[in-house]
């Protein structure tokens, strides 16, 4: 008897529901219907014009987007700063714990030196590219001192030696190192440091 109560229960709940769908698909209707015959039909208005912004020289152009290039390759997630950042948090931090030469130029150099050089020659390379693609040179670009300033620590690596393991003693590496980070944070992270960071 329960059993029979139970599908008896079921099957009016199923009823009701689909009473309860047809009425609100009628009165939808009805409305619909409704507010068409009382209501004047509006035509669709054409969207608003954008303006035309004014055509930009090639020359204007290639210098907006070296621009843009120069800055994102600095300031995005796994770009030169964020490299450069974690350079200058392991001298002060991580560096000293390390006795052995190979562990320190890891630490340095593998981990983020080697990355910050890969995001400038990435960035010289897209910027040759551009000039390729525009056949020009570019106006006076806006970051141009931040490029330098990225050129000139990229080179440094080089010509301090921080490239290579092999010919150093592990204390003079580690000051070869704190040196670089140092005038990395005085000449390029404090002068061009973003509102949002650290």
């Given amino acids: 008897m329960k059993d029979e109560l139970k599908k008896w229960a ?3 709940a ?3 529901r689909e009473i309860g769908k047809e009425a609100s698909w009628t009165a939808r209707k009805l409305y619909s219907d409704y507010k068409a015959k009382s209501e004047p039909p509006v035509r669709p208005q054409r969207p608003a014009a954008r303006p035309q912004r004014p055509a ?3 020359r204007q152009e290639l210098t907006e987007r070296m621009d843009r290039e120069i800055h994102r390759a600095y300031y995005r997630e796994g770009g030169v700063r964020f490299f450069a950042c974690g350079l200058r948090r392991y001298a002060a931090v991580a560096m000293e714990r390390e006795e052995d030469i ?4 890891a630490g340095a150099y593998n981990t983020n ?3 910050m050089l890969r995001q400038v020659e990435k960035l010289e390379q897209t910027l040759e590219d551009l000039r390729t693609q ?8 806006k970051n141009v001192q931040l490029l330098e300033c990225m050129r000139t620590f990229a080179q440094r690596v080089r010509t301090d030696r921080l490239d290579q393991e092999s010919d150093w003693q592990t204390e003079a590496y580690r000051e070869a190192v704190r040196n ?3 005038d990395l944070s005085e000449q390029l992270l404090e002068v061009y440091y973003p509102p949002e960071d650290e």
Avoid: H, I, N, T
Avoid at 134 to 141: R, V
């Fill in 10 to 12: 079921r099957k009016q």
């Fill in 14 to 16: 199923g009823e009701l």
């Fill in 56 to 58: 930009q020289s090639p």
């Fill in 102 to 105: 190979q562990m320190v130029w």
């Fill in 113 to 115: 030196l080697r990355p």
């Fill in 134 to 141: 525009f056949a020009c040179e570019p106006l006076d670009l």
């Fill in 180 to 182: 670089y980070a140092a």
